[in-house]
């Protein structure tokens, strides 16, 4: 059998606390990972909340940091 597809996602700047704990309540955890990897980015602010409710079949990986407010800022967190 070949490796597993990867499947990976962030949601920018676009999630507040609240909100990210709501997406992988709602969402991630319901994701069916036999078939698939997958891998989320929160911003960094977020990523210790976000491993806590995730279950372990899901990978976290990091953003880094932007000084520009919220918005679709690929690979950063707000930083004010």
Known sequence: ?????????????NLDAKGA???VADVLNGID???????????FLHIESVVAGLKKE??????NCNFKGNGGYTGEIFAG
């Open 1 to 13: 059998m070949g490796r597993k597809p990867i499947v990976g996602g962030n949601w920018k700047c």
């Open 21 to 23: 704990k709501a997406l």
């Open 33 to 43: 990972t036999a078939k698939v990897d997958v891998v989320v980015a929160p911003v």
């Open 58 to 63: 899901i990978e976290v990986a990091g953003q």
